[in-house]
């Protein structure tokens, strides 16, 4: 724990499945306690590169071609999965991947399985999980299938924090979530790495990433194309047109006046508006 | 009345050596997916070392070892073999199971050519008598055993790390790799505990009335198939159904023989896989297979 290192550094990670590299030497840093997101369309890379630090490409049929990953100064090349667990990086898949026919007792449990010992230290992990989602406190006898999608990814990552780790890859946390769900899981996020965690955010929900995170980087096929503070990407042109789904404005004057022009009944209001807002939904995501 | 209670005891007894077995085939198939048509060969291999421990060490040291160096095979054939082609298709594994049974078999069944094999249990052929109802003593014994260990294994399932590991690398490999689970220690874990509970049944499948442990030995452990089957071939407790019912059904098919003449001699040995099919008709998944459960 080497205080000021990096909670993790990638230099120049190439990685891919087969003949297809869908990582290019793709560098980022995520400095200790702060979150850090990654943004980009499907296919950019985003769960690759995720993959490539927590050693699980190979279950994809995928390897790291070159490039280095350390964490908090320990490298985490070569080592299997389990490892990098150990040496405080764990990863919430995406789309939750709770243990379904386990109960969400168990499902916690399962998620500090890799530190070994230590009753206390997992009592207290458990504690702060149930003060962070106390609805895993309610249902810890039910099978985590039952739980609702929101219910499911607090649990993952409540089970990933069981690990307690040091830093955490969150993959895509809003996928599929309404977006008061999503609120939440944000609110969770921020209260996480309030308590010392850092985080990689990888997100579609480039507005939601960007609230989060104090560092951004935009991965386009495989390439970091931009970078910076979330602020200032925020504000860029290109990243507010591409990830955040704002067009210029006098556009979207035009289509509201196109709307207001056209007076509908209610009942068929949805499908009159389709032409109106189409040019305005095609950017959004 | 009292011969249909002793077909009924011989029955659980029968069956819950099946489920030892069945048990161990879906403790395999839930740690990795793989279904190891390679457990007859484990069994016997068990058997084996008892009955030839069993005269210099006696008796319980040679169960001891025995159970033992089942569980080293396991392991060994773990090691040496599936872990060199993990992430092969589980189909694929299935396939070189079939070649690790063959290369097992081959080499026991020279070792125990046409010998009977005493396994120097202390029962013999002692029987209890309860009222009108005689039980073989072996068979009382076996249903302890089995019982015993089948409850300690399921509870260790339920509540230990180990089981939780267990049961999360079968939900899903990848996941409990993020979570920090050794799934090469899972699946090693898995091979040694069902060549450990092969070899207990082993025991239980030689003893009395049984002459000794045979050749043949492994083609009674095959009933164990349909047991796991007919109870889900990814379920513990359907493991334990299954075993009991084939078991019962088996000793029942046997002892009624004469009165079901009709369909044939040998009704006694057909019964577990007739039993299979009619719950798969009913029941694709078996009697406790898990059918998917989850939200996309």
Redesign the interface.
Known sequence: MGGTAPALTVTDLTAGYGPVHALRRVSLTVPAGAVVTVLGGNGAGKSTLLRAV?R?L??HGGAVVSGTVTAAGRPLDGL???RV??AGV??V?EGR?V????TVE?NL???G???RGDRAAKAAALRRVHELFPVLAERSRQ?A?????GE?QMLAVG??LM?APELLLLDEPSLGLAPLMAARIADAVREINAQGTAVLLVEQNAALALRLASHAYVLEVGEVTLSGPAAELAASDEVRRRYLGVVDAAAAEDAERARAAHPVLSRWDAEARVPARAPRRKETR | MSTFAEFLINGLSLGSVYALIALGFVVIFRATEVVNFAHASLLLAGGYFVAVLHEPLGFWPALAAGVAGAAVVGAAVEFLVMRRHRGADHSVLAIVTIGVDILLATELTRRIGTDILALGDPWGDAVVTLGPVTIAETRIAALLAAGLLITAFLLAFRHTSWGVAMRAAAESQETAALMGVRLGRVSLGAWAVAGALAAVAALFLTVFPTPGLERGTSLAALKAFPAAILGGLDSTTGALAGGLIVGVVESLATGYQSDLAFLGRGIGDLAPYLVMVVVLLIRPAGLFGTKELARV
Do not use: E, K, W
Not at chain 1, 99 to 102: D, E, G, I, S
Not at chain 1, 145 to 149: K, M, Q, R, V
């Open positions: 927590s699980t190979r279950f299997p999965p389990d667990v150990a764990c990863q898949p991947q243990f379904a026919r386990m168990d449990r399962a998620g399985l890799a530190r099978p299938g039952l739980l609702s999608g499911q089970r990933a690990a």
